[in-house]
């Protein structure tokens, strides 16, 4: 779907972006999720405050990523045992999409007070499964930058992923991190493996616009209500990943990434050390001013890294048109220009290597 302007969206937008959600939901297999978002379609022609400010959307949909918002109120409302008319359709049992349909209308107006606050941030879809790729990322570039990585990631959330190094990885058979981790990570591997080598993760903070923090069990729990809930494993992790931090909190700062990108580049460099940016899903949420303002500070600063300070940008993203998600690196000095190093899962079910 091509972007559109800012501003008011015409309604034909709104519906063709709950379809693309939709679609995009199914094509990760949570069809019941998808339905659920389809639902949306219907909800919107309510007679609530929160059906009128999704018909009148005023920026880019599916960056703001408005219907998870939506979806996420709606599983918060099983979730917290407040309202449990969707749990058949999360267990796959109603998947009339008329019956759905009805069924999300009348929430929408028993609980309209509820789901509008949801409208007013963006989704906070932290995935441990994603760090599988990021730790393979590394691990490619172990054999060319060296094994010592300082870490910062933007979009961190709750910083699920900013505690990927107390993670154990089992990744097509390469082995990473402590073995006696809560947190075992091993997706189904496609392909060859990564190539095996030293990772050591010397330090790892993240940004985020409205961070989550772990600890805080209201905060936790709307973390859990952004999960797909027919993802059972990912529901598992969140849960390991909340014990952890109960353990150490993850090093988070409140910062738009665009600010906070710049902040990180200048800070003093240990030699021997790759600074390494990464990311994943959320390069869509960050509006195109940001995204060139972070690409110009990479590139900016990877002009004047060295082989004893080098540079890397790892990213798993989403391809709009192909709904894949890539993950790419790039590294300076000597590797300027993105890498396709494989596709995964968009919650870390399965990894595909090329690299």
């Known amino acids: 779907m091509a972007q559109q302007p800012h501003g008011v969206m015409h309604t034909r937008s709104v519906v063709d972006g709950i379809r693309w959600q939709a679609e995009h939901a199914e094509q990760a297999g949570a069809h019941c999720t998808g339905r659920v978002i389809r639902a949306l379609l219907a909800a919107m022609e309510t007679d609530t405050a929160t059906a009128l400010r999704m018909r009148n959307w005023k920026g880019l949909l599916l960056e703001d990523a408005m219907p998870l918002r939506i979806t996420g109120g709606l599983h918060n409302l099983l979730i917290t045992g407040d309202d449990t008319r969707l749990e058949p359709v999360y267990a796959g049992l109603l998947t009339d999409q008329v019956t759905i349909d009805a069924l999300v209308c009348?929430?929408?107006?028993?609980?309209?007070?509820?789901?509008?606050?949801?409208?007013?941030?963006?989704?906070?879809?932290?995935?441990?499964?994603?760090?599988?790729?990021?730790?393979?990322?590394?691990?490619?570039?172990?054999?060319?930058?060296?094994?010592?990585?300082?870490?910062?990631?933007?979009?961190?959330?709750?910083?699920?992923?900013?505690?990927?190094?107390?993670?154990?990885?089992?990744?097509?058979?390469?082995?990473?991190?402590?073995?006696?981790?809560?947190?075992?990570?091993?997706?189904?591997?496609?392909?060859?493996?990564?190539?095996?080598?030293?990772?050591?993760?010397?330090?790892i903070r993240g940004c985020d616009q409205s961070p989550i923090d772990l600890s805080d069990p209201a905060q936790a729990q709307r973390l859990k209500s952004y999960v797909w809930p027919e993802a059972l494993e990912r529901m598992g992790r969140i849960e390991a990943a909340i014990a952890l931090a109960q353990e150490r909190k993850p090093e988070l700062e409140q910062m738009d990434a665009a600010e906070w990108v710049p902040l990180a580049l200048a800070e003093p460099q240990p030699p021997g050390v790759t600074r390494v940016l990464f990311h994943s899903i959320v390069w869509q949420y960050i509006p195109e001013a940001g995204r060139a303002a972070i690409t110009t500070a990479m590139e900016q600063a990877g002009a004047q890294a060295t082989a004893d300070k080098p540079l890397a940008w790892i990213m798993l993203e989403t391809n709009r048109k192909t709904f894949k998600h890539e993950l790419r690196v790039r590294h300076w000095p000597g590797g300027e220009d993105w890498q396709l190093l494989g596709e995964a899962h968009p919650h870390g079910a399965w990894v595909e290597w090329g690299g």
């Open 106 to 203: 009348d929430m929408f107006e028993q609980w309209d007070h509820r789901l509008l606050p949801w409208l007013d941030g963006p989704p906070q879809t932290n995935e441990a499964g994603r760090s599988a790729s990021i730790m393979a990322g590394l691990l490619w570039l172990s054999g060319r930058l060296g094994p010592k990585f300082a870490l910062n990631e933007i979009g961190a959330s709750a910083g699920v992923n900013t505690m990927m190094d107390r993670y154990h990885y089992d990744l097509g058979g390469v082995q990473a991190g402590p073995a006696d981790s809560p947190m075992q990570i091993a997706p189904e591997w496609r392909g060859d493996a990564p190539p095996a080598g030293e990772v050591e993760i010397v330090s």
